[in-house]
């Protein structure tokens, strides 16, 4: 069993004018569907084949196969990217995400500004995250193909900051892109969909 590369889940020109046509082909097409290759390549008549992605991910972090390791999360980080943007995204949450963003960061226009300065100071290549960790929200960086999978948090949403996620259609100017993120694309009911039932998970 081969990990597949997962669907993209709207079309190549769905995200315009916000991510080009171009950039989604190139993005998806050819720096996703890279690592899925590379990863497969990699685990073939390893013990690390058959896995699940996650198992993969865990196992290698704990091996330190690093190789494995960051290419499993690339596939991993992408796949969770592309389901937490929407040609319908940049809409207000509503429900029990809504009332955990008042609680954690008082209202959501200061939620998009932290997640905004950490995204402006985060240097060079990574991942942005808003994560479950028990019964609060917080934003958090991971460098490079790093992820909090494996960790006690729950990822509910990602944005890649690789210059390759934006560079065609923004050039150097990542502000405007992580703006583009917050107001036009950002999926809250993906966001929604990952919280996990804190009752449910203490009593486990
Ligand atoms: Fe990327």
Known sequence: ??????????????LEPYVSTETL?????KHHRGYVDKLNMLVEGTSFAGLSLED???KARETSEIDILNNASQAWNHAFLWESMSPSGGFKPSGQIEEMIENEFGDL???KHQ?????????????IWLVQDGSSLRILTTGNADSPI???????LTLDVWEHAYYLDYKNERKRYIESFLDRLINWNFAAS???????????
Do not use: C, K, R, V
């Open 150 to 156: 494996g960790t006690q948090m729950t990822p509910l």
């Open 56 to 58: 993969i991910i865990t």
């Open 25 to 29: 082909s190139f993005h998806y097409g």
């Open 115 to 127: 997640f905004m300065q950490a995204a402006l100071s985060h240097f060079g290549s990574g991942w």
């Open 194 to 204: 990952n919280l996990t039932d804190q009752e449910a998970h203490q009593a486990a």
């Open 1 to 14: 069993m081969t990990i597949a590369l997962s669907n993209l889940p709207y079309d190549l020109d769905a």
């Open 109 to 111: 226009d200061s939620l």
